[in-house]
């Protein structure tokens, strides 16, 4: 993958950051959209360019729908070429379904499915036959162990239908789509020492939590060689709460 350029959609904490990370070691030169963490996102841009690649911090409100065109410009006019996008950024809206604003709903479904969407539109004709689009999913996607999670997991669940539909769009190209769907991970917007995750871990089958890395991990095989003949899939990085 040495001297491919990646996008990952909200690098700048947690999941995100630790795919960018991976990315960079791999060889590539990563972009991140961040849409408020500056700080945050400049830390991961060193970390990526302490790898011996080139590095991009975006700020970018993913719930705008004119972002995803500016994010790949952004890429394209920095490194002149975009070979795997990664959707990833995200936000855990949880509650009973009767407090759900209109404005929460439209919020949540357009950062997770409506941005994965534009961007995907937006970069699939500067992709190379072979480029890779990845997106970080959910396991409350497929489970929904407990109960004030209806929001979130409509968005999500979203995203298997747009990730089957783009591997059958793109396919003729080369360029692989798959979704992959963590459990509960420990990052600042569910830590493992939080008030609930003890009752997560429960529902596990490995009883712990996962640390960004080991999803990193997969996405960085979808988006290397071994993943070219890889699409249209679904990928259960989740301590087995799905099993």
Do not use: C
């Amino acid at each position: 993958m040495r001297g491919e350029v990646a996008v990952v959609t909200g690098g700048s904490r947690g999941i995100g950051a630790a795919i960018a990370r991976r990315l960079a070691g791999d060889g590539v030169h990563v972009a991140i959209t961040y849409r408020a963490a500056a700080d945050r996102a400049d830390q991961v841009v060193r970390d990526v360019t302490a790898r011996g690649v080139r590095g991009l911090a975006i700020r970018a409100d993913l719930a705008d729908p004119d972002a995803p065109r500016h994010v790949v410009a952004a890429v394209l006019a920095a490194f002149g070429r975009l070979d795997v996008v990664v959707n990833n950024a995200g936000v855990a809206p949880s509650g009973p379904v009767r407090d759900v604003t209109l404005a929460e709903l439209d919020a949540t479904l357009a950062v997770h499915a409506r941005a994965a969407f534009l961007l995907a539109q937006a970069a699939e004709p500067h992709l190379p036959d072979g480029g890779r689009i990845i997106t970080v999913g959910s396991s409350l996607a497929r489970r929904v162990p407990l109960p004030g999670w209806t929001l979130y997991a409509m968005s999500k669940s979203a995203l298997i239908g747009l990730t089957k539909g783009l591997a059958r769009d793109l396919g003729p190209r080369g360029i692989t789509v798959n979704l992959v769907h963590p459990g509960s991970t420990d990052t600042d917007m569910n830590p493992a020492d939080g008030p609930d995750a003890d009752a997560e871990r429960r529902h596990t089958a490995l009883g712990r939590y996962l640390d960004p890395d080991d999803v990193a991990a997969t996405v960085a095989h979808l988006a290397g060689p071994g993943g070219r003949g890889i699409t249209g899939a679904e990928f259960a990085v989740d301590a087995g709460v799905t099993a």
